[in-house]
C-alpha cells in the first residue's frame, strides 16, 4: 500500500524559513516524479515543485528564487526547502505520486506565515 507522508509545516514569521519533506513509502522501486502542490483557503490547488529522478524543479513563478526543491537519486523522498517566506505562502502542502492509473496524496502539512 502507497503512503506519502509529509512533515516539517508550522507557522512562521514573514522572511522565515521552513523545510517540508515528503517520503513514499509501500512500493520496492522509486517513482518517477513526487511532487509538492499547495492549496491556499479558497484558491484553487497549485503545482510547486516536481521531484523527478531525472532532476526537480520549481513550476510555481511566485516561489522561484525563494523555494528550492531536492530529490536524492535512490529515494523516494523529496525535500522543499522554503525561504523568505511570505504570508500568501501559507496553505496545505501536500505531496503526489503517479503510477500507471493510480494518484496518491499524502494528508498535507500546514504552512502559516503571519505578517
Known amino acids: 500500500q502507497v503512503q506519502l507522508v509529509e512533515s516539517g509545516g508550522g507557522l512562521v514569521q514573514a522572511g522565515e524559513s521552513l523545510s517540508l519533506s515528503c517520503v513514499a513509502s509501500?512500493?520496492?522501486?522509486?517513482?518517477?516524479?513526487i511532487d509538492w502542490y499547495r492549496q491556499a483557503p479558497g484558491k484553487e490547488r497549485e503545482l510547486v515543485a516536481t521531484?523527478?529522478?531525472?532532476?526537480?524543479?520549481i513550476s510555481a513563478d511566485s516561489v522561484r528564487g525563494r523555494f528550492t526543491v531536492s530529490r536524492p537519486r535512490n529515494k523516494n523522498t523529496v525535500y522543499l526547502q522554503m525561504n523568505s517566506l511570505k504570508p500568501e505562502d501559507t496553505a496545505v502542502y501536500s505531496c503526489?505520486?503517479?503510477?500507471?492509473?493510480?494518484?496518491?496524496w499524502g494528508q498535507g502539512t500546514q504552512v502559516t506565515v503571519s505578517s
Open positions: 521531484g523527478r529522478i531525472a532532476g526537480s524543479a
Open positions: 509501500g512500493v520496492k522501486f522509486l517513482f518517477d516524479s
Open positions: 503526489n505520486t503517479r503510477f500507471r492509473e493510480n494518484t496518491f
